[in-house]
């Protein structure tokens, strides 16, 4: 199972980036997926996490700001990010959890490689 995600970038502050963070392999169903972040030199904290019926639950720093969506076919999340901030400069990093195949079947929580987008000011 990966995940790849894309979408990160340089921007200037008061800008918007979207993020996109496709699942792909022996893939039986993803619950869970969601966006965390890591700034320099901070710990990895949530951003957005959405279930697989469309619940969503988003950090306090980036309510009103961000959106977080996913396509259950295509197995994907999407994070739109608008009004940013220097602070949201971070590596982020895509998660999901759910049930793959290998032979039978097991419970993953697989992470994306991180993308990195920076905000100037």
């Known amino acids: 199972v990966q995940l790849q995600a894309s979408g990160g970038g340089l921007v200037q502050s008061g800008g918007s980036l979207r993020l996109s963070c496709a699942a792909s392999g022996n893939i039986i169903r993803i619950n869970g997926m969601g966006w965390y972040r890591q700034a320099p030199g901070k710990q990895c904290e949530l951003v957005a996490t959405i279930t697989r019926g469309g619940t969503t639950n988003y950090a306090d720093s980036v309510k009103g700001r961000f959106t977080i969506s996913r396509d259950n076919a295509k197995n994907t999340v999407y994070l739109q990010m608008n009004s940013l901030k220097p602070e949201d400069t971070a590596v982020y990093y895509c998660?999901?959890?759910?049930?793959?195949?290998?032979?039978?079947?097991?419970?993953?929580?697989?992470w994306g490689q991180g993308t990195l987008v920076t905000v100037s000011s």
């Open positions: 998660n999901a959890d759910g049930f793959y195949s290998s032979g039978g079947y097991y419970r993953g929580d697989y």
